[in-house]
């Protein structure tokens, strides 16, 4: 959801119930009949993906350095910034489950919650890179130029992903659908996270700030572009509800602040969708601490002379690009094993690699720069399939409380409440321990302290949060989309 966004950064959607006439040439090769045979809706929709991925990933990576390095945000302001999004992320999120069965114009359908939600969730997008003015260290605007910008961008985010998460549980029900439909958003999503190695290499990884604020302007142009085309497409061929489902929503809308407690209590009665929250917050966690501060570990950690401008470009490009190459290659596997395996083995993964690298040492540069993208892919491409077991869950919630229509909004709200606050306390957390070791007043004494601190961190952050996901999720018990009998 990440935070997603780092919702993070983070969300898939799903497409349409129209099927597609088979290849007809038997000689063909597998890849081209696989996307042959892809939903017409969901090339329509991998628009969407590929509008929001170029915006997230953008955000995501660039604003912790750009209000720390370039604005000179203090340390306060940052942690109040950061504090009022968790406040507001909550009051957001709450909104979810009227924003489900709302009768406004914007809201009557979830590509109407796109298409209004378009334009606004750029403009969000470049409010960052513009200065009010010439800020000096500490400057209060800067502050609040940090808030208003958070804010905006996230509310504008929950906003247009709510309505393609919901897409992805209502519309597509059967297991195979969903994996076709992560394939093709897949393959947008590594095309949006492109958007990370143009912005590097053209602006110098943010040290020309003029010509990043261009190439955020065409991004946000292409994105807007893309959300419109996508939804445009998409919006005949959305499933109208029945009369009854309206009925039955209508009733739902009108419910007492009681009744919405009391629903949102028989959601979290549900074991496995408790331990998915444990598992998923912390998954956020540990992708926003790397999304923000990956810049700032390689600046402190990788001489300028081992790694070039460019060459961090296209590693920091190749930790949003390669997990997407990741996840669709691994549609076999998915098939195979199920999300669940693919999941656990992925925190064994990370576990292992910290572990690797914490006994070989910071002064390995080259195997710092692989380890360091390699942990970013597997966070990355781990958090790309959790709407799998999520939507898996408003599916097994439907059946277990006999519901006459899947409370998917409801359910995705309550991740996001849950969730979203690890994108606000992995940068508090790390700015805070970074400081201690003057990382805002660096010196000779203090640089070396500074390095080591870091280098713990990069190691001992995805190893700790490693063993909490690989004990909380070894419980969970949906495994596949059948396994709803033992799911409660």
């Not at 038997?26 to 809706?41: D, E, Q, V």
């Not at 596997?333 to 914490?358: P, Q």
């Not at 849950?418 to 606000?424: I, R, W």
Request: aromatic share 14%.
């Amino acid at each position: 959801m990440q935070p997603s966004p780092l919702m993070a950064r983070t969300v898939k959607a799903g497409f349409c119930t129209q099927q597609n006439k088979y290849c007809s040439k038997k000689n063909s090769s597998a890849w081209k009949m696989t996307f042959l045979n892809i939903k017409p809706i969901a090339w329509a929709f991998s628009l969407t993906t590929l509008g929001t991925e170029m915006l997230n990933s953008v955000f995501s990576f660039y604003y912790v350095k750009l209000f720390l390095h370039l604005y000179k945000v203090s340390e306060v302001a940052f942690y109040q910034a950061q504090m009022i999004l968790m406040i507001w992320n909550a009051l957001n999120d709450l909104t979810g489950y009227f924003h489900n069965n709302s009768k406004a114009d914007c809201c009557s359908s979830r590509h109407s919650s796109v298409l209004y939600g378009a334009p606004l969730y750029a403009a969000a997008f470049l409010l960052p890179w513009f200065p009010w003015k010439y800020y000096h260290e500490g400057d209060w605007l800067s502050g609040l130029h940090l808030v208003v910008s958070l804010c905006a961008f996230d509310s504008t985010l929950t906003f247009v992903q709510q309505a393609q998460c919901v897409l992805f549980a209502e519309i597509f029900t059967r297991y195979e659908s969903r994996l076709q439909l992560i394939k093709i958003n897949q393959v947008a999503s590594l095309v949006g996270s492109t958007s990370i190695l143009f912005c590097g290499l053209i602006s110098d990884n943010m040290e020309i700030l003029l010509n990043f604020q261009v190439i955020a302007v065409v991004v946000a142009i292409l994105a807007t572009a893309s959300l419109y085309a996508g939804m445009c497409h998409i919006s005949h061929l959305e499933p109208k509800r029945s009369p009854e489902e309206n009925l039955f929503s209508e009733t739902v809308q009108d419910l007492p602040w009681t009744s919405v407690i009391s629903l949102m209590r028989q959601i979290l009665t549900q074991k496995n969708f408790r331990l998915f929250l444990i598992v998923n917050f912390f998954q956020v966690f540990h992708l926003t601490f790397f999304s923000n501060f990956m810049m700032i570990f390689v600046d402190n950690l990788i001489p300028t002379d081992v790694l070039p401008s460019s060459i961090r470009s296209i590693m920091y490009g190749a930790g949003f690009i390669c997990p997407q190459c990741l996840v669709l290659i691994s549609q076999s596997w998915l098939r195979k094993f199920g999300y669940y395996k693919i999941i656990l083995f992925s925190f064994y993964l990370e576990g292992t690699a910290s572990i690797v690298m914490l006994l070989l040492g910071q002064q390995y540069y080259y195997f710092l720069a692989l380890y360091l993208t390699v942990i970013m892919v597997i966070v990355q491409a781990s958090f790309c399939l959790f709407n799998l077991p999520l939507a898996d869950m408003v599916d097994a919630d439907l059946l277990k409380f006999n519901r006459q229509s899947p409370l998917s909004s409801m359910v995705f709200g309550i991740n996001a409440l849950f969730t979203k606050p690890a994108q606000s306390l992995a940068p508090m957390v790390i700015l805070s321990r970074l400081n201690q070791f003057g990382y805002g007043n660096p010196n000779k004494s203090t640089i070396l302290d500074l390095h080591e601190a870091i280098f713990n961190l990069i190691c001992l952050v995805p190893l700790g949060i490693a063993a909490i996901q690989i004990l909380v999720w070894s419980p969970f018990s949906i495994r596949k989309k059948t396994d709803y009998t033992g799911a409660f």
